[in-house]
Structures are given as structure tokens and as C-alpha cells.
């Protein structure tokens, strides 16, 4: 019984080193403990130095800020969408930074299946910051996105760190 329990365990051992690996990821503090966060791959320190800049955005373009500020769920992903295209990846306390032509847009932040909708109206030569928030109520998680103010979207991008984007809106 010991040899079958033994060699269970190393199984289960090998097992978890292998799913561990095919995912990364990083230590980040929850509530008042220590856990492991789904790693997503991050822009440079350069990109992550400029979008905190928060410059005026080029004419007829606005500059978009969508942070996940929180290390709720810190073990799932959520992709980010503009308009249908799909632009990056984002993870617990790290943002996404683009431009977008000024007029109104669709952004979908998806985890999981389940999808967190919010429509922007993207001002010439202005910011806009979004929160993608997740909540896990009985077993299911909701996400739920929010426009922040300037000063509370540039506070929370501050603490994060930049996603790398995959692509940027047309």
C-alpha cells in the first residue's frame, strides 16, 4: 500500500510541476497572504514608462487605459477586445494602453466566458480609463467593467504594470 501511495504521489508531483510550467507565474499579495498570479507577457520598461506618462494623445485620437487594478482570481486571464479585434492579454495589476480614432467604441474584457462590456465615447487629445474588476459570487466569476476618473485611472495604472498589446485598433 505504501509503494501505491508512493508512487501516487510522485504522479501527482509531476503532475503539478507540469501544469506549473506550462504556465507562469509571479507572487503577488492577496487580502493579507501570498499566492501565485497568472503571469501575462509585459511590455517593456520603457513602454511601461511612457504610457505612465500620460501624454495628450495625437489629434483626433484618444489615449484608452484599461487596468485590472486587483488580484482577484489571480490565477485567470482575461482578453481584451476593441471594437471585435482582439488586443492583448491582461492579468492581475496590469494595465493595456492604446490609441483609438475619437468617436464611440465597444471594449469586451472576456475571462473565463464571461464577458464585461462597456461603450466609450473617445474624445480628441483626451484619456480614458476603464477597470476590469473580477468577483467570484457562489462559484461563478463576473467581471465588471468602470470609468474611472483621471485621477483614479492614472493612480491604479501607476501601481500596475503594462501588458504587452498584440495589436492596436484600427
Not at 506550462?22 to 501575462?40: H, N, Q, S
Not at 489629434?59 to 482570481?73: F, N, W
Request: aromatic share 8%; hydrophobic share 40%; with cysteine.
Amino acid at each position: 500500500m505504501r509503494l501505491v501511495f508512493a508512487v501516487g504521489s510522485v504522479a501527482l508531483l509531476l503532475n503539478l510541476i507540469y501544469v506549473h510550467a506550462e504556465e507562469k507565474y509571479f507572487d503577488c499579495k492577496r487580502i493579507t497572504r501570498w499566492t501565485d498570479c497568472i503571469a501575462v507577457p509585459l511590455a517593456s520598461i520603457e513602454e511601461d514608462r511612457d504610457a505612465k506618462s500620460f501624454s495628450k494623445p495625437a489629434s483626433e485620437t484618444a489615449h484608452v487605459y484599461i487596468v485590472r487594478p486587483y488580484t482577484q482570481e489571480p490565477k485567470a486571464k482575461s482578453e481584451v477586445y476593441v471594437d471585435g479585434k482582439f488586443i492583448g492579454v491582461l492579468g492581475p495589476l496590469t494595465f493595456l494602453s492604446f490609441e483609438v480614432p475619437a468617436g464611440r467604441h465597444a471594449v469586451r474584457v472576456r475571462t473565463d466566458q464571461e464577458d464585461a462590456d462597456i461603450e466609450l465615447e473617445a474624445h480628441s487629445e483626451h484619456n480614458l480609463f476603464v477597470q476590469y474588476q473580477l468577483n467570484q459570487w457562489l462559484g461563478r466569476i463576473t467581471g465588471q467593467t468602470k470609468l474611472l476618473s483621471d485621477e483614479d485611472g492614472q493612480a491604479k495604472v501607476n501601481k500596475a504594470k503594462r501588458a504587452l498589446n498584440v495589436a492596436t485598433p484600427s
